[in-house]
């Protein structure tokens, strides 16, 4: 059995590496991230919500509910299929959000 202690240790190397790709990537400079200006966490969390919202559920329009309002996922509305680009854009946003 692994040593937990090595398990936590190699997780945590690998979350340093991925912040770091991240923070130094050049399409996110730090004179860009506009949200960086407040650092109050409840308005960031506000803030995700917002686009979360509009860009993670199109415009509050959720996808695979059941019909009608039912409780029984047994009839569940067609979701309809993303539009193009959509992992992209909803990828960059996230990337953005943790930086």
């Known amino acids: 059995m692994p040593d937990i202690a090595s398990f936590w240790n190699e997780r945590g190397a690998w979350l340093r590496n991925e912040a ?30 917002e ?21 029984d996922c047994t009839t569940v509305a067609a979701a309809p299929v993303l539009p193009v680009g959509y992992v992209v854009s909803a990828s960059r946003i996230a990337d953005r959000r943790m930086i």
């Not at 923070?23 to 995700?48: G, H, V």
């Not at 686009?51 to 409780?71: E, F, H, L, S, V």
């Open 20 to 49: 770091t790709a991240l923070r130094n990537r050049q399409e996110f400079p730090r004179s860009q991230l506009t949200e960086l200006a407040s650092t109050d966490f409840e308005s960031w969390a506000k803030e995700s919500f």
């Open 51 to 71: 686009i979360a919202t509009q860009i993670a559920y199109r415009n509050g329009g959720r996808i695979g509910i059941p019909k009608g309002g039912n409780k």
